[in-house]
């Protein structure tokens, strides 16, 4: 079981790191896309769940990781990010809902570059309860 | 193309993949997310599965790929400004042969300055997402 009273917090903005070319084509090759700099859709992704590593090292939140599987996903991207970009994201706690036993955690990471808000991204998680 | 000939229901795009186990690996490597149901029979079937299954992210990755492909094809200079799926059954990757997956876009709403797809993707005849949905915006 998730603690709900982490609803609502935000884990401290991640130090900003630059996107570089290098993962940006390996990105877009392991999905057939054209390599042509800019940030692949889902990419995003790649920045956000690590940002939420500290939720799963925290004993006082309850997340399993080995129980997770990926239920919803969105993206809002408010301009175009393109390699050489650097971003910091700032993961929230939206909600934790417990549906038979198992929680529903949904988390938003807002993305920002130099300029602001660049993408707004929302994760859903489905955690299993525990059998035992 | 302008995107206000675009009548809501239409089939934007029908786009079929085949998804191999090598595929998978290369997503691991490319995203970063090494969790073994992706790449290890023992490893799925020990958290309940029928055998490796792709990543949620790597399916909507490839829903963006048919997207982006189609925006291009329609000569207007579109970008995707919203996106979002919901994983609604695991796609299986047997090591034979791999699986067979279609992607399907209907445009759901659309006017000249902006278009939004409703996308599904079914594998062996069976949804593995709940409609996606992708809106994208001329500039």
């Known amino acids: 079981m998730l603690n709900p009273s982490y609803v609502g917090r935000s884990l ?8 570089t070319a290098e993962s ?11 390599d042509d700099g800019s940030v692949p859709p889902t990419y995003l992704i790649s920045l956000t769940l690590p940002a939420a590593d500290p939720l ?7 997340l399993d990781f080995s129980r997770v599987l990926h239920r919803e996903q969105r993206f809002a991207y408010h ?16 909600s934790v809902k417990t549906v038979a036993g198992n929680d529903l955690l949904a988390l938003h990471t807002g993305v920002t570059d130099a300029e602001g808000l660049a993408a707004e991204v929302w994760t859903t998680l489905f955690v299993a309860g525990d059998p035992s | ?77 579109l970008r995707l400004t919203e996106f979002s799926a919901r994983f609604a059954r695991p796609v299986v990757v047997p090591a034979d042969g791999g699986a ?27 949804r593995v997402l709940a409609p996606a949905r992708a809106t994208l915006t001329a500039n």
């Open chain 1, 79 to 94: 301009r175009e990010l393109r390699a050489g970009d650097a971003v910091a994201c700032t993961v929230t706690v939206e």
């Open chain 2, 100 to 126: 067979d997956l279609v992607v399907e876009a209907k445009v759901r709403r659309a006017d000249a300055d902006s278009v939004e797809l409703t996308v599904t993707v079914t594998s062996g005849g069976e």
């Open chain 1, 56 to 62: 799963v090292d925290d004993p006082e939140f309850g």
């Open chain 2, 1 to 77: 193309m302008s995107l206000a000939d675009l009548t809501a229901g239409e089939t934007a795009f029908t786009t079929p993949f085949t998804v191999v186990r090598s595929d998978l690996v290369a997503y691991a490597d490319a995203s970063g997310d090494h969790n073994p149901i992706h790449l290890d029979e023992a490893a799925a079937e020990a958290a309940g599965l029928p055998d490796v299954i792709a990543h949620g992210m790597y399916t909507m990755g490839l829903v963006s790929r048919a997207v982006l492909e189609w925006a291009a094809s329609t000569g207007e200079t």
């Open chain 1, 12 to 19: 401290p903005t991640t130090a900003p790191v630059t996107i």
């Open chain 1, 24 to 34: 940006v084509t390996r990105f877009a090759r392991s999905l057939g896309l054209a």
